[in-house]
């Protein structure tokens, strides 16, 4: 059974740095095809994908945030994490991570999401 | 790419027949999916590569189209079904995706 689990501070202030954990079990990143995106949706309920990372440990980013966001991976703890940079009250949004793989694309496999609010 | 989907609220009785539309500022040709989301829960991936139903999804889903042009139709609504969906469309290299405004079906 694929599982995800996205954490992080619930909270942050502007300016600063955020740090999402994406835990997942069922499958591996080391596994040919594997992908894991992380896609936010802000409280008016658009959906907006930010950041992919391949099992090769290629790196994809949308072209907006590009400059903003860092995608890892630690493939031995089953770990995705993501960094956005220079928080703004307009990144609060719920935080998803979800699986792919490159035979269909399609995002199969997601966490429940975090809800993280930049405010002072 | 831009994704727009219509229309925004699409209001139908239990039993009947929904058509949702999703058209690409491009071609995308068959590389779009859909999701269905309900209050409190994630998306949920119901289609992809245009018309290829996910693992699960029942057969009363059915997308269709390509290029800039695609529908999902839901055959004979459940109570279930009620929802909003959203499509999204998928560059295959580099990855890239983009997601429609969605469509609430109430």
């Known amino acids: 059974q694929v599982t995800l689990r996205e954490s992080g501070p619930a909270l942050v202030k502007p300016t600063q740095t955020l740090t999402l954990t994406c835990s997942f079990s069922?499958?591996?990143?080391?596994?040919?095809?594997?992908?894991v995106s992380w896609v936010r949706q802000t409280p008016g309920k658009a959906l907006e994908w930010l950041a992919m990372i391949d099992w090769e440990d290629d790196k994809y980013y949308t072209t907006a945030l590009k400059t903003r966001l860092t995608i890892s991976k630690d493939t031995a703890n089953n770990q995705v994490v993501l960094t956005m940079t220079n928080m703004d009250p307009l990144d609060t949004a719920t935080y998803y991570c979800?699986?792919?793989?490159?035979?269909?694309?399609?995002?199969?496999?997601w966490g429940q999401g975090t809800l993280v609010i930049v405010s002072s | 790419i831009v994704m727009t989907q219509s229309p925004a609220t699409l209001s139908v009785s239990p039993g009947e027949r929904a058509t949702l539309s999703c058209r690409a500022s491009q071609s995308v040709t068959s590389n779009l999916a859909w999701y269905q989301q309900k209050p409190g829960q994630p998306p949920r991936l119901l289609i992809y590569?245009?018309?290829t139903r996910a693992t699960g999804v029942p057969a009363r889903f059915s997308g269709a189209g390509s290029g800039t042009e695609f529908t999902l139709t839901i055959s004979s609504l459940q109570s279930e079904d009620f929802a909003v969906y959203y499509c999204?469309?998928?560059?295959?290299?580099?990855?890239?995706?983009?997601f429609g405004q969605g469509t609430k079906l109430e």
């Open positions: 069922g499958f591996s990143l080391g596994t040919s095809g594997m992908c």
């Open positions: 979800a699986r792919s793989h490159t035979s269909s694309w399609g995002l199969e496999s």
């Open positions: 590569g245009a018309s």
């Open positions: 999204q469309q998928y560059k295959n290299w580099p990855p890239l995706y983009t």
